[in-house]
């Protein structure tokens, strides 16, 4: 595990795509997305666990994700999240509007003449 | 966006937010308990004590109960809207009940006195301009109350001036429409209609010309006289056709009764007048008959059926 130093904060809005973007692959329980998204960011970016309940019954509630209760690996009840047809779209907008917004920092760090300089 | 809150109104209806909560909150204490133990599994498979993993599982989920109570307003969020919505239109619809019953009982009705701050004045004359004392004055006001129509008679005399007054019998500001009467001994009747969108009624004038004396003899069907039979004017139509009426609801003070020898006089036509008068025979119903006003002095029969008649109108 990296030292909390290495870690980064998640940017403000940012929690519901990443969210999306972990069902994209399959249902999977609170505590799996929790886990994807360490392991999948090297864990650079954990998710604080107790925003992602709210976010997830949050996205239920607008019909981003669907939930059912099923089996865990570990033989026991969880509650597993899907993606609905709804959710995609809205991975698709959020995913675009992250790339804009990247592309855009990036223009502005690129761009010369703008460093400052040390007195 | 509709389609998510037709749903949210659905579910509201079909579910009241009063038993959401025991099965919610359940649903999120156990998807809460599985996570911590699944943190508290990975903890112990690295190798920590299973306390300790417990601990650092609490630790890092936070506060437990904030959590489970945003979950509970993030599910619940459509629910509340709905049901403050619910109480809202439920509250709004009870007030304008109150506020339609208030007005309601605030109106004035048919049958109710009017609240009217106009007056009829005027005064009655001679033909030489004397004022007519003891003057018998007819009122009928018609008003328009937010509820219906109301039509009320006001009765009252000429004072030794001959000025009368009633006040407060009509609604300023609001339509009405006045008949006024004058019947007074030895004088032709005479009448006048105002109709006013609520303006103030202009003192009225009534020129009250000599009369001759109607004598009419009232008759049963058998050709007896009748005694005590009741009588008034109606209507005179003078010989330039103007027509003058006496309203049957204002009549009162102007009736007449036959005496033994079932003769009475009605001392307000002119000969040559188309008259109308109103016989109602002892405990039996009112009639109308027509008659051309004869020379000066001449009675006139008139017969009355009680029993195959219709009653007053």
Not at chain 1, 32 to 46: F, H, K, Y
Not at chain 2, 259 to 273: F, Q, R, S
Not at chain 2, 291 to 304: D, E, F, K, N, Y
């Amino acid at each position: 595990m990296p030292a909390s130093n290495d870690r980064a904060e998640l940017l403000q809005g940012t929690l519901d795509m990443l969210i999306l973007k972990s069902l994209a692959g399959g249902p999977r329980h609170g505590y799996g997305v929790a886990r994807w998204i360490q392991s999948t960011t090297r864990d650079v970016l954990m998710v604080e666990e107790g925003s992602l309940y709210p976010a997830l019954h949050r996205m239920e509630r607008r019909g981003w994700i669907k939930a059912e209760w099923g089996q865990s690996e570990s033989n026991r009840r969880a509650k597993y999240y899907r993606l609905t047809r709804s959710g995609r779209a809205q991975l698709r907008r959020e995913v675009d509007a992250w790339e804009r917004l990247v592309q855009a920092v990036s223009l502005v760090l690129r761009t010369a003449g703008g460093e400052v300089s040390a007195r | 966006m509709i389609g998510r809150w037709l749903t949210a109104a659905a579910q509201y209806f079909r579910r009241p937010p009063t038993l959401l909560p025991h099965d919610l909150c359940r649903s999120i204490a156990e998807e809460v308990h599985f996570h911590m133990e699944e943190a508290t599994r990975e903890e112990v498979a690295a190798g920590m004590p299973a306390a300790a993993a417990r601990r650092a599982a609490r630790a890092r989920f936070g506060d437990v109960g904030k959590v489970a109570a945003d979950c509970y307003a993030a599910v619940s969020f459509d629910q509340l809207v709905c049901h403050r919505l619910h109480l809202g239109l439920t509250a709004l619809l009870a007030g304008l009940l109150a506020l339609f019953a208030v007005l309601w009982s605030l109106s004035p009705r048919a049958g109710e006195a009017p609240a009217g701050t106009g007056d009829i004045s005027g005064q009655v004359v001679n033909e030489r301009g004397d004022p007519i004392g003891g003057a018998h004055v007819l009122a009928v006001v018609k008003t328009w109350p937010p509820n219906g129509y109301r039509q009320q008679a006001y009765m009252t005399t000429s004072g030794p001036d001959g000025r009368f007054t009633v006040a407060d019998v009509y609604p300023l500001g609001r339509q009405y429409e006045v008949q006024i009467a004058t019947v007074a001994d030895r004088r032709a009747l005479e009448s006048t209609y105002v109709s006013s969108e609520g303006e103030e009624l202009e003192p009225v004038v009534f020129r009250l010309a000599p009369s001759e004396p109607l004598v009419l003899r009232i008759e049963g069907d058998d050709g007896a006289s009748v005694a005590g039979a009741e009588v008034f004017p109606h209507r005179r139509i003078d010989a330039g056709g103007h027509d003058h009426l006496v309203y049957f609801q204002s009549a009162d003070p102007i009736i007449r009764r036959t005496n033994e020898a079932g003769v009475v006089t009605l001392p307000c036509y002119l000969p040559g007048d188309k008259a109308t008068v109103y016989v109602r025979l002892p405990k039996q119903e009112w009639h109308t008959r027509e008659l051309v006003v004869p020379a000066s002095g001449q009675p006139v029969r008139l017969t009355v059926n009680a029993e195959s008649e219709g009653g007053s109108s």
